[in-house]
């Protein structure tokens, strides 16, 4: 099978031929369908402490179809079409029983979406249903995120939230703000080119911060909300959030900036700020995005700005490390 593979920062990422992995008990293979590009897809592999391992297959926003089960499998079928937690988990450790299965003590990492085939432990597919397509299977890992982000940052039904940035994690926030009941969801970017979009995921409004209309945040929200979730994961932008929440509010980081990021600790004090910091998702958060996919409400594939087949992704992801209209790329392994 083909797979791209990461060959450290500063060396190209290759796509290679290797063998199918073996099938154990309890694992099923699937036939790649879709596997979206992540914002870590170009931050973890650009020479920071965070970098994925040198030689790690990439691609983790993955959605497949089953083509073989192995011994044991008791929950999935030939032809279930599923979407992939990125970490296999024992459901037993600590990390598990508190809802982290990221950080599973024992369960395998499944990587490789930006390849032909994989295997993963059956626990790890969430079967998704006709009426969600492959594009919005592969969206059901980053948009969780917007779940999880919430239940961490204790949004309650009605309350005004600000979203900074409109990629895709903005985007899970926004589409999740609204499936949860908040009140007015504002969002706020550098350029109006994402605006569109946001409104289509549930934003009530979207403005351009900047110097040449420094009011134009306070138009759309004449008080300050009630959280702001940070969404692009730049320097600088944490501190932008905590200084537009009310007092007594919450400022949630999903941005997940791989740099040092100072915040005026005396400056939020006074405003008793609560800051979050959640990473990843729940099993219940797969669960929860795959059942609002299928309400159908908001169809989430409005986010998808390009498919491409595999050998284009070593050119995307450069192509992403600076300034670009890409928004979520989707990769086709199958194609070409």
């Known amino acids: 099978m083909r797979v791209a593979v990461f060959n450290g920062a ?5 796509i290679e031929d290797m063998e199918d992995d073996p099938l154990g008990p309890g694992e099923v293979r699937l036939e790649i369908g879709r596997c979206g590009v992540c914002g870590s897809d170009i931050s973890f592999t650009s020479g920071t402490a965070f970098d994925y391992a040198t030689g790690s297959r990439m691609g983790h926003e993955s959605a497949g179809t089953v083509i073989e089960v192995g011994p044991d499998v008791a929950a999935l079928k030939l032809g279930d079409r599923v979407s992939v937690l990125p970490r296999g988990y024992c459901g037993e450790c600590t990390s598990c029983r508190m809802g982290r299965p990221l950080f599973c003590e024992t369960g395998p990492a499944h990587m490789g979406g930006f390849g032909e085939r994989m295997v993963i432990t059956e626990q790890a597919g ?3 249903p006709d009426s969600v397509s492959m594009a919005e299977g592969a969206l059901v890992e980053p948009i969780a995120c917007g ?3 919430f239940r961490m940052g204790r949004l309650q039904k009605g ?3 600000l979203i900074i940035g409109a990629g895709s994690m903005g985007l899970a926030a926004v589409y999740w703000a609204r499936q949860l009941g908040a009140g007015r969801i ?3 970017t550098r350029t109006r080119a994402r605006h569109e979009i946001a409104l289509a995921m549930g934003a009530d409004a979207a403005v351009v911060m900047s110097q040449d209309d420094p009011d134009a945040l306070k138009r759309a929200l004449p ?6 979730v940070e969404a692009t994961g730049k320097v600088g932008m944490l501190q932008l959030a905590a200084g537009n929440v009310r007092t007594g509010g919450g400022v949630v980081s999903l941005g997940m900036c791989v740099h040092a990021d100072p915040v005026i600790p005396a400056m939020n004090a006074f405003q008793e700020i609560s800051m979050f910091f959640p990473v990843a998702y729940a099993p219940e ?3 929860a995005t795959i059942r609002a996919f299928d309400a159908g409400t908001i169809r989430p594939g409005a986010m998808v700005s390009e498919t491409a087949d595999l050998d284009r992704l070593p050119t995307l992801i450069e192509e992403m490390r600076g300034p670009s209209n890409h928004l979520k790329v989707q990769i086709v392994p199958q194609a070409g």
């Open 10 to 14: 500063g060396n190209p990422i290759t």
């Open 126 to 128: 969430f079967r998704f």
């Open 147 to 149: 779940r999880r982000a």
């Open 159 to 161: 309350d005004s939230v």
């Open 186 to 188: 504002v969002v706020a």
């Open 223 to 228: 008080t300050p909300p009630d959280l702001v």
């Open 285 to 287: 958060d797969f669960e």
